[in-house]
């Protein structure tokens, strides 16, 4: 066989590319910057994606790949990088996807979340949400979330619960306990009954995925501690109503009125390809809970938090739509990518003419 894991891994880690795909029928493929290029080389033939697979994948998860169709857990490629890992079975061949985790931390500076995020992190309980499509880079931003309560809170014992675990944290400040579903514990919900008996400041829960762990995180909230969650919504509203929504009907009261006390803060986030360099930057809606938010998820009128978010600026707030137009003006982000993400594309439109009048307003003036 003409390829080998640890090359292909290499290649990787000096790329700097997100995923890998291996797959019968083509070359291997890396993800870089959101878009795939395949490797030069070879095909893959079925012997070749087993051979590839059976060298990073132990024989449990071997057999779980044959029962059920698919395994996925993490492992680390030497001290070079850790990757998330997803075999399954394909045409009745074995395929795999590799998203490599970086090692690095990055800061919230880095990353570009606005400084009100930061406050949040000192909240003696509460709910907070970061939510996005897949692949949006949640998990990046709660890792360094994580990563400043590790460093500047001595009196927090931090838990996260992940399927798989993906940034490993070394104890700083804080002690951390890190729970990978399936091996640890068999389920988010599970992880966090038992989290409670652990004496935790901070949970941090991978993923939202279920009623029984929507309730349990709440509960967690709700009883003195500071709960970190993703969920795969966009906007502050649609994710309190995907919340609200996943309880039966006769709940779904008494979940708006927990909801208004427990929750902190929304976080969504996008990654959208740079246009004046390579690479992605994140763009943000950020909603606050305020009073005036609480009463409007008590009484079931998300649809007003946006106008809420949008005055909110004072409170750390920010519209996704206004993030957009801040990175367009910058020269970072393409305006056709303004336009496609934006919650609110026709009034976008209008500003974008805005800004290109005043832009040749502004070259013409110069000109005379």
Avoid at 239 to 245: A, H, K, P, Q, V
């Amino acid at each position: 066989m003409s390829y080998q894991m640890s090359d292909l891994l290499q290649l990787v880690v000096s790329e700097g590319a997100a995923d890998l795909h291996i797959r019968v029928g083509i070359p291997p493929v890396i993800r870089l910057h959101g878009i795939l290029h395949r490797v030069e080389g070879p095909v893959l033939k079925p012997e070749d994606t087993e051979e590839l697979m059976r060298s990073i994948t132990s024989e449990d998860h071997i057999q779980q790949i044959r029962e059920k169709g698919g395994a996925d857990f993490g492992f680390a490629f030497g001290e070079l990088a850790r990757f998330r890992v997803s075999a399954f079975k394909e045409k009745g061949n074995f395929a795999l996807v590799l998203r490599q985790i970086p090692s690095k931390l990055l800061t919230m500076e880095q990353i570009g979340i606005p400084p009100s995020v930061k406050e949040l992190l000192w909240k003696p309980r509460g709910l907070v949400l970061v939510t996005g499509p897949t692949g949006s880079g949640k998990t990046t931003t709660l890792a360094s979330m994580i990563n400043i309560i590790n460093e500047e809170r001595d009196e927090a014992h931090i838990i996260t619960i992940e399927d798989p675990i993906e940034y490993y944290h070394k104890h700083k400040k804080a002690v951390v306990t890190q729970r990978e579903v399936n091996v640890d514990v068999p389920n988010f919900a599970e992880a966090l009954r038992r989290a409670l008996r652990q004496d935790p400041d901070c949970i941090l829960v991978g993923e939202l995925r279920d009623l029984e762990t929507m309730e349990a995180a709440i509960t967690a909230a709700e009883t003195g501690h500071l709960v970190f969650g993703t969920l795969h919504t966009t906007g502050a509203a649609k994710t309190i109503d995907r919340i609200t929504n996943a309880f039966p009907t006769n709940q779904q009261e008494m979940i708006r009125i927990q909801l208004s006390t427990v929750l902190q803060a929304v976080i969504s986030q996008l990654l959208l390809p740079r246009c004046d360099k390579p690479g992605r930057v994140a763009v943000f809606e950020i909603m606050i809970n305020t009073p005036s938010i609480g009463a409007l998820i008590r009484d079931n009128k998300t649809f007003r938090i946006n106008s809420d978010i949008q005055t909110g600026a004072k409170f750390g707030m920010v519209t996704l739509d206004a993030f957009l137009m801040e990175k367009y003006e910058a020269g970072m982000i393409a305006e056709e990518e303004v336009i496609t993400k934006a919650q609110d594309p026709t009034t976008i439109v209008m500003k974008l003419q805005e800004v290109k009048l005043a832009k040749s307003a502004a070259a013409a003036a110069g000109q005379k």
